[in-house]
């Protein structure tokens, strides 16, 4: 009964992105010239649904109906309003005086306060329909490519699947999903353009299929932090092992003088990642460094279960994958 109530409840989610905004138009940008405009401001009249092109001009943006006004602003050129049609909007800008503001975040952590706005980021429009979830995105102007991602999966989305409180499981091939590090939001997607936050007070788990196709499951662990999801790297009947991975936006710094230079031209997503280990038996949490010494010290109980361990993987590095199979073999 609970998986079918998680079922229906994640079905509303996907049907609100549907309401929302029914057709989705997509075209590009262009100057006289025939180049693309990239980081163009690509906005409907109506609701303020915003989006900008990408690198080669290209942009997706919801949209009401075909009937509905686009404004397309870019710095240096005049704006240009066009019908929204379903797909392949070619629209040419002239040289000009334009209205375009670059949105950029005063605080990393700076959210919309309006829950039903929409913002982009990566050529994708979220909304926030969650009660708990709270993940509005923002805009990122930039003087370079950004690098890193605030998202788990950096590149677009991933299949996957939920389990509930009660420990069912809800799988759905029609949902794609990813992770907002930065929000801590789980974010669900029929069309892999609009998506939703899922309410984290309704999932115990979920698992995202990373690129090689291998299960990455993630939990809310209240004891390393109560608003974003941990990876679980090991999950047995005498230990846990997590790794909680806090993503910071670092703008861009750079400054010169004339003869040196300091800084980087680009906005960047930094991960920190940091493990944890729990004694299922004790209850007893602990941090621990990534180096051979800490993890010994945190097993000492299993001192020698750990010495073969690390002697039949004398070559291996001491990493997530190594970590794993330690507390593996121990469990």
Request: aromatic content about 10%; glycine content about 6%; some cysteine.
């Amino acid at each position: 009964m609970k998986n079918y109530i998680l079922s229906l409840t994640l079905c509303a989610f996907a049907a609100q992105i549907a309401t929302a905004q029914s057709i989705t138009a997509s075209g590009t940008v262009k100057n006289e010239k025939g180049e693309a405009v990239r980081s163009a401001l690509v906005q409907e009249s109506d609701t303020k649904t915003v989006t900008y092109t990408d690198s080669l001009g290209f942009f997706t943006l919801p949209v009401k109906s075909t009937t509905e006004q686009i404004v397309v602003s870019a710095k240096g050129y005049k704006d240009e309003k066009v019908l929204a049609k379903d797909n392949n909007i070619i629209v040419v800008l002239k040289p000009g005086k334009s209205s375009f503001k670059e949105l950029t975040p005063g605080d990393p952590n700076k959210i919309v306060a309006s829950a039903g706005e929409v913002n982009t980021n990566q050529g994708y429009s979220f909304f926030n329909v969650s009660s708990a979830g709270g993940g509005n995105l923002f805009n990122v102007a930039r003087k370079e490519d950004t690098k890193g991602s605030r998202y788990l999966v950096g590149d677009g989305w991933a299949k996957g699947y939920v389990v509930d409180k009660t420990g069912a499981t809800v799988k759905n091939d029609n949902f794609s999903y990813n992770y907002d590090k930065i929000n801590g939001s789980l974010l669900l997607t029929q069309d892999k353009r609009a998506a939703v936050d899922v309410d984290r007070d309704q999932i115990k788990s979920f698992t995202i299929y990373n690129s090689l196709d291998q299960p990455q499951t993630y939990q809310l662990v209240s004891g390393i932090n109560p608003t974003h999801y941990s990876q679980v790297l090991s999950d047995g009947a005498n230990y846990k092992v997590y790794k909680y991975t806090k993503t910071t936006f670092v703008k861009s710094d750079f400054k010169t003088d004339g003869m040196t230079s300091t800084g980087n031209h680009y906005d960047e997503y930094v991960d920190e990642p940091t493990y944890y280990i729990l004694n299922v038996k004790s209850g007893a949490m602990q941090k621990v460094n990534l180096k051979a010494k800490a993890l010994k010290q945190a097993f000492a109980a299993d001192a020698d279960k750990v010495k073969s361990y690390f002697s039949a993987h004398a070559d291996d590095e001491v990493n997530d994958a190594f970590l794993s199979g330690l507390a593996d073999s121990l469990n």
